[in-house]
């Protein structure tokens, strides 16, 4: 499967809110999911204003980080690594489609620091 690097400063850049940050859980177990090496996977749902299209969509952004993010008010979302996966499924009514984001860390930074963020 092709994985495309995505222009994480533009992405950045045209991101308006944070809406939520939530575990991805298996629908079957009801447990969070693991990447390979054992690490929980999260899920942040952003509003993305796209500059092209003049609309807003909803983003979301899979990632890795062995413990929950707590994003104060103010804070500055800090993002490397992006990258974007085409995917399509075939079921009873014809195919779905999209493209999945993911990215290598997500941090929350207070916006008057210098501070690399924690990861």
């Known amino acids: 499967m092709n994985t495309y690097p995505l222009d994480t400063k533009l ?3 045209n991101i308006e809110s944070v809406v939520a940050l939530d575990p991805v859980v298996d629908l079957d177990t009801g447990e969070q999911r693991r990447d390979r090496n054992g690490v929980p996977r999260w899920k942040l749902t952003v ?3 796209d500059p092209g299209a003049y609309r807003r969509e909803l983003l979301e952004i899979g990632f890795a980080s062995p413990k929950a993010l707590e994003p104060g008010s103010g804070d500055e979302l800090v993002i490397t690594g992006m990258s974007g996966r085409p995917w399509q499924r075939q079921n009873a009514y014809g195919f779905n489609s999209g493209f999945a984001v993911s990215a290598e860390t997500v941090a929350f930074r207070p916006r008057n620091s ?3 963020a924690a990861a």
Do not use: F
């Open 11 to 13: 992405i950045l850049a």
């Open 114 to 116: 210098r501070e690399p």
């Open 47 to 49: 509003v993305y204003n």
